[in-house]
C-alpha cells in the first residue's frame, strides 16, 4: 500500500458510505466519524490534520436535508452554514498551511440562472449568492465554494446522487427510492412536467 494518506470526512453519509466500500484507491483511508472529528471545531480540525498529515482530503461532510436547511435561513451561526461554508473555508486554509490537495464536494444547487449567467452551467460557472434565489442549503454550499483556491484545489459539483449498488447499506431514501417507495405505499405521487432533473450515480462519481 502506498504511504499516501486520504481523509474522508463525512464517511458515515451516502456518499461516503459508498467511498468507503468501492473505492480502489492506493492508499491508506482515514475516516473519522462526527465524534472522532467536530468539523464545527477548528482546533480539533487543525489537530486532526497535524496528527494525520494526509496528502489528500475528501470533504464529502455536508449538512443535506434541504427542508430543514430552512429552519436555518439565514442563521450564520447554525449548522448548515457551519458545515457546509465554513469547515469548507478553514479546509482551504489548511491545505494551503500543510500541503495537502482538497477535494471539496458541492452541488448543482448553489447556481442559478440570471441575465447574465445563461443556463446550461459548466465547470467554470461561478456559484449565485442571492439568498432569496436558493435554498439555504444551496446557498450555504455555494459560499463553501467561495474561498476555494481551484488553482492548487478542486470542486466537484453533483446533484442527486444515488447509490447503484443493490446492497446498498444505508435506509435513507434517495430521488430513485422515494418514489418507488411511494408507490409500493399506494401513496400519491406529484410531479412537474415541466422539469427535467440530472442524478448523480455514486458509483461513477468514486470512479
Not at 461561478?126 to 481551484?150: C, M, S, V
Request: hydrophobic share 35%.
Amino acid at each position: 500500500m502506498s504511504s499516501e494518506r486520504v481523509i474522508v470526512t463525512g464517511s458515515n453519509g451516502m456518499i461516503g458510505t459508498e467511498f468507503l466500500r468501492h473505492n480502489k484507491l492506493d492508499a491508506q483511508i482515514i475516516a473519522p466519524r462526527s465524534n472522532e472529528l467536530d468539523l464545527k471545531r477548528v482546533r480539533e480540525m487543525e489537530e486532526f490534520i497535524r496528527t494525520h498529515r494526509p496528502s489528500v482530503v475528501i470533504n464529502l461532510a455536508a449538512q443535506t436535508n434541504v427542508n430543514a436547511g430552512e429552519l436555518e435561513r439565514g442563521n450564520e451561526r447554525g449548522d448548515f452554514y457551519t458545515i457546509n461554508a465554513r469547515a469548507a473555508w478553514e479546509l482551504e486554509r489548511l491545505s494551503e498551511q500543510y500541503g495537502f490537495f482538497l477535494i471539496q464536494v458541492s452541488t448543482d444547487m448553489g447556481l442559478f440562472e440570471t441575465a447574465d449567467n445563461k443556463a446550461p452551467f459548466d465547470e467554470g460557472t461561478k456559484p449565485h449568492f442571492g439568498q432569496k434565489d436558493l435554498t439555504w442549503y444551496g446557498y450555504t454550499k455555494a459560499r463553501g465554494e467561495d474561498l476555494i483556491n481551484t488553482g492548487r484545489n478542486a470542486i466537484v459539483r453533483i446533484i442527486y446522487p444515488i447509490p447503484i449498488d443493490p446492497e446498498y447499506p444505508l435506509r435513507k431514501l434517495d430521488y430513485a427510492r422515494i418514489p418507488i417507495e411511494a408507490h409500493r405505499a399506494g401513496k400519491p405521487l406529484t410531479y412537474w412536467p415541466d422539469q427535467d432533473t440530472n442524478h448523480t450515480s455514486v458509483s461513477d462519481l468514486i470512479k
